[in-house]
């Protein structure tokens, strides 16, 4: 047997190490030039013309994104401001107050079932249960039954996402440091303003993080928005319009698609989704940096 | 001398499950004196004195049996956030709150319960007690960064600053020198001598020197009794148990 002397091994380690973090830099840069290559059609014909044109019409070959990206910002800004309340209680409950051990493990358990969950299940479940309520309620107000749409869309990504904000968002409530909860219990402090002035504030950045994550995997959710959205190509003038979203849209077409001009439309859909949640990360991380709060 | 009480404890019993930690103690707490209670590790110190501002609500395992009067109540049976607001606690580990700056930290007991305060009544609040504490001409020119930049000692004394803010009647410490180094202890050690003019001191220590340095009683607990409670003077030199006197001269630590 060769030994390997210990400096080297750990060479030898760091060295993989490196190695897979430059396959996963090689690899997201490949999809990223897969899809301009792919695109290239499509970018070249429509030009920048492509993000503001309103119309999405195959037949006429007139193609424009409008639609899916508000589609897109309106469903998961929606998803996400309904979800924010439940989220943050949840994690506040088992980050904070949920002392019983068992209680707490069978919580946390069902909330990464809950995540785990396929999405087809989340969208079966929406047309079955959500869209019919969603009907009644439509109807009841006087406007088109549609019950597929927007309001759907995002109902059932809140309820999608709520597990992922949770799963962060109580560790970091946990990582609340002790001394500091008791110093202010110390002066007098309700669990209430415990929360509101310490914990919370102490843990904006993570609970940002959190949130922003599952603001990425609402953006890019594909079939449960697919299955509920109602696949309409305009621009929705209300939350109960049915719409598409940049990715619902592709999802819905690309297997009919056959003109290259429209494969290649759909490809550059992909490509704007792509940009999106980049910027979105990148924005994230600035802001989560920018209220870190130095450790003592 | 007959001395003013602030605090009396009777027959306290605090337990963990069937576990008892400090067993049927009564000791009174006299006005504008600091208190030294002492004891090996493990002894029940730092449960006996959480038990005078109520800290042991927040673990439901523990149970608090007995009498602690306060202001003529019980104050194991009042609102305890208002038991905390006149009887404040300073911890071992320095914990000035990292969100805050050194200006908000030593309001923080207002911030926290919502007390709304003018901008005068604010810095005349801050002023006072960051002189109290002597760290008005330390951090004078960036009392509006963090906390969390000031050395462990200047952190301490913020917090006993942001503890006297609330005017407490009694003051709580449980080992506050213990996380800091000589020079940053005596200036503490100074401070608590100063502070006993306005507010009643009760301090967990472990250091001997420093119980015969500031106090003036000194309770000696073992395996969670009360084996001797007198003067300091009288502690030191005539101990009558030979438990507190094998302690002293470092028996056992
Ligand atoms: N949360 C708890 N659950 C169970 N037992 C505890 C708990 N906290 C303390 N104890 C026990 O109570 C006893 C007294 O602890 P306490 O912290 O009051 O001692 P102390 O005198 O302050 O010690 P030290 O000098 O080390 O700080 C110890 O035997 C400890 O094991
Ligand atoms: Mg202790």
New binding site residues.
């Given amino acids: 047997m060769i030994k390997i002397p210990i400096a080297k091994k750990n060479k030898l380690f760091i060295n993989i190490l490196k190695l897979t973090g430059y396959v996963a830099i090689a690899i997201l840069v490949l999809f990223l030039i897969t899809l301009i290559f792919n695109s290239f059609l499509s970018i070249k014909t429509l030009s920048l013309q492509f993000l503001f044109n309103t119309n999405w019409q195959p037949n006429t070959k007139n193609f424009g994104a409008a639609p899916f990206i508000i589609g897109t910002l309106l469903t998961s800004v929606l998803a996400l401001m309904i979800s924010i309340p439940f989220s943050l209680s949840i994690s506040i409950y088992i980050g904070y107050f949920l002392k019983n051990k068992k209680r707490k493990n069978t919580l946390e358990t069902l909330m990464d079932l809950l995540a785990g969950i396929p999405s087809v299940i989340y969208g079966f479940w929406g047309l079955m249960v959500l869209v019919p309520v969603i009907i009644k309620i439509q109807a009841w107000l006087g406007i088109i039954p549609y019950g597929v749409g927007i309001l759907a869309a995002s109902l059932i990504l809140a309820l999608m996402i709520i597990p992922y904000s949770v799963t962060l968002g109580k560790d970091i409530i946990n990582l609340v440091p002790n001394d500091l909860v008791e110093a202010a219990i110390g002066l007098g402090a309700t669990p209430y303003e415990v929360i509101k002035h310490i914990a919370i504030p102490y843990s904006l950045s993570g609970l940002f993080a959190g949130h922003l994550m599952a603001f990425g995997r609402a953006i890019s959710e594909t079939m449960a928005v697919t299955m509920v959205i109602g696949n309409r190509n305009f621009i929705p003038t209300s939350i109960m319009d049915p719409a598409n979203t940049l990715a619902s849209v592709i999802a819905n077409e690309f297997g009919e698609a056959s003109d290259p001009l429209y494969v290649s439309s759909l490809i550059e859909l992909g490509l704007i989704l792509l940009v999106i949640t980049t910027i979105i990360n990148i924005i994230g991380k600035l802001i989560v940096k920018a209220y870190t709060i130095e450790p003592r | 001398m007959k001395k003013d009480t602030i605090l009396t404890v009777e027959n306290l019993e605090i337990s ?1 499950k069937k ?1 008892k ?1 400090i067993k049927n103690i009564s000791l009174s707490f006299y006005k504008n004196n600091v208190t030294a209670i002492m ?1 090996p ?8 004195i959480r038990a005078l501002n109520r800290m042991h609500d927040l ?1 439901k ?1 523990f149970k608090v049996k007995g009498s602690i009067t306060f202001d003529t109540q019980n104050l194991l049976k009042s609102d305890p956030i208002l038991v905390r607001q006149q009887i404040g606690m300073v911890f071992q580990r320095p914990n000035p709150f990292p969100n805050m700056s050194i200006y908000e930290n030593v309001l923080a007991g207002y911030i926290l319960n919502g007390i709304k305060l003018s901008k005068d009544e604010k810095d005349s609040i801050v002023d006072i007690n960051l002189k109290k504490v002597g760290l008005y001409d330390e951090v004078s020119d960036n009392i509006h960064r963090k906390g969390s930049h000031l050395s462990g000692g200047q952190q301490q004394r913020l917090c006993i600053a942001r503890t006297l803010a609330m005017k407490p009647k009694v003051l709580l410490l449980d ?1 506050p020198t213990s996380a800091l180094d000589p020079k940053a202890t005596t200036r503490i050690e100074n401070l608590i001598n100063e502070l006993k003019k306005e507010v009643s001191i009760i301090m ?1 220590t ?1 250091n001997i020197e420093q119980a015969s340095r500031v106090s003036d009683y000194t309770a000696f ?1 073992y395996l969670g009794d009360l084996i001797e409670y007198n003067t300091t003077e009288t502690i030191f030199t005539v101990p009558k148990d030979k438990r507190t006197e094998e302690y002293l001269s470092r028996k056992y630590g």
Avoid: A
């Fill in positions: 963990v576990n930690i004891g590790s493990g002894c029940g110190k730092t449960t006996l673990d395992s080992e967990v472990h607990l």
